[in-house]
Protein backbone atom coordinates (compact mmCIF):
# COMPACT_ATOMS: atom_id res chain seq x y z
CA UNK A 1 0.00 0.00 0.00
CA UNK A 2 1.07 3.46 -0.75
CA UNK A 3 0.86 7.01 1.59
CA UNK A 4 -2.12 7.68 -0.29
CA UNK A 5 -4.24 4.41 -0.04
CA UNK A 6 -7.68 5.48 2.17
CA UNK A 7 -6.44 2.81 5.13
CA UNK A 8 -2.98 4.83 5.77
CA UNK A 9 -5.02 7.97 5.29
CA UNK A 10 -7.51 7.07 8.27
CA UNK A 11 -4.04 5.84 9.96
CA UNK A 12 -2.55 9.55 9.26
CA UNK A 13 -5.73 11.33 10.81
CA UNK A 14 -5.65 9.80 13.27
CA UNK A 15 -1.89 10.29 14.73
CA UNK A 16 -2.03 13.78 13.64
CA UNK A 17 -4.58 14.10 16.88
CA UNK A 18 -1.67 12.88 19.18
CA UNK A 19 -0.62 15.68 21.06
CA UNK A 20 3.47 16.68 21.38
CA UNK A 21 4.31 15.02 24.39
CA UNK A 22 1.96 12.20 24.14
CA UNK A 23 2.33 8.21 22.53
CA UNK A 24 0.23 5.55 21.51
CA UNK A 25 1.14 2.33 20.46
CA UNK A 26 0.21 0.40 17.11
CA UNK A 27 -2.49 -1.55 18.57
CA UNK A 28 -4.06 1.74 19.89
CA UNK A 29 -4.02 3.00 16.48
CA UNK A 30 -5.29 -0.41 14.61
CA UNK A 31 -8.37 -0.36 17.35
CA UNK A 32 -9.34 3.23 16.77
CA UNK A 33 -9.26 2.93 12.99
CA UNK A 34 -11.03 -0.17 13.03
CA UNK A 35 -10.40 -2.75 10.27
CA UNK A 36 -6.53 -3.18 10.68
CA UNK A 37 -4.03 -4.26 12.43
CA UNK A 38 -0.89 -2.81 14.27
CA UNK A 39 1.61 -4.26 11.74
CA UNK A 40 -0.08 -2.45 9.25
CA UNK A 41 -0.23 0.75 11.56
CA UNK A 42 3.29 -0.14 11.23
CA UNK A 43 3.64 -0.31 7.54
CA UNK A 44 1.50 3.10 7.09
CA UNK A 45 4.49 4.14 10.15
CA UNK A 46 7.24 3.23 7.44
CA UNK A 47 5.28 4.48 4.77
CA UNK A 48 5.21 8.28 5.64
CA UNK A 49 6.96 10.47 3.22
CA UNK A 50 9.93 12.91 4.45
CA UNK A 51 8.28 16.50 5.43
CA UNK A 52 5.13 15.11 6.29
CA UNK A 53 3.03 16.56 9.22
CA UNK A 54 2.07 13.16 10.35
CA UNK A 55 3.72 13.00 13.70
CA UNK A 56 4.75 9.23 13.09
CA UNK A 57 7.35 9.54 16.02
CA UNK A 58 4.13 9.48 18.68
CA UNK A 59 3.55 5.41 17.39
CA UNK A 60 5.71 3.32 20.00
CA UNK A 61 5.05 -0.44 20.61
CA UNK A 62 3.04 -1.87 23.27
CA UNK A 63 5.88 -2.74 25.85
CA UNK A 64 6.69 1.70 25.73
CA UNK A 65 9.83 0.89 23.38
CA UNK A 66 10.78 2.36 19.78
CA UNK A 67 9.94 -0.72 17.09
CA UNK A 68 13.55 -1.81 15.61
CA UNK A 69 13.73 -0.41 12.27
CA UNK A 70 16.01 -1.58 8.65
CA UNK A 71 17.59 1.52 8.98
CA UNK A 72 18.74 1.95 13.12
CA UNK A 73 18.87 5.86 12.40
CA UNK A 74 15.13 5.71 12.13
CA UNK A 75 15.23 4.85 15.72
CA UNK A 76 17.61 7.05 17.09
CA UNK A 77 15.91 9.80 15.13
CA UNK A 78 12.12 8.66 17.13
CA UNK A 79 14.11 8.65 20.15
CA UNK A 80 15.61 11.81 19.70
CA UNK A 81 12.08 13.40 18.95
CA UNK A 82 10.00 11.81 21.88
CA UNK A 83 13.18 13.26 24.55
CA UNK A 84 12.57 16.53 22.58
CA UNK A 85 8.62 16.70 23.37
CA UNK A 86 9.53 15.11 26.84
CA UNK A 87 9.32 11.43 26.82
CA UNK A 88 11.44 10.35 29.08
CA UNK A 89 12.60 6.84 28.66
CA UNK A 90 13.65 3.92 31.03
CA UNK A 91 17.40 2.30 31.31
CA UNK A 92 15.67 -0.49 29.22
CA UNK A 93 14.61 1.68 26.11
CA UNK A 94 11.03 1.95 27.45
CA UNK A 95 8.59 5.12 27.88
CA UNK A 96 6.33 5.29 31.18
CA UNK A 97 2.63 4.59 29.06
CA UNK A 98 1.20 5.67 32.36
CA UNK A 99 1.93 8.73 32.33
CA UNK A 100 2.52 9.47 28.65
CA UNK A 101 0.06 7.60 26.90
CA UNK A 102 -2.49 9.06 24.96
CA UNK A 103 -6.32 8.76 25.61
CA UNK A 104 -7.60 9.03 22.19
CA UNK A 105 -9.58 11.48 20.28
CA UNK A 106 -12.69 11.17 22.74
CA UNK A 107 -11.29 10.92 25.86
CA UNK A 108 -9.27 13.98 26.22
Request: net charge neutral; aromatic share 8%.
Amino acid sequence: MSESHPLYQRIYALVRQIPPGKVATYGQIARLVGGCTPRMVGYAMAAVPNGSDVPWQRVINSRGGISPRANPFGELAQRALLEAEGIRFDENGRADLETCAWLGPDLI
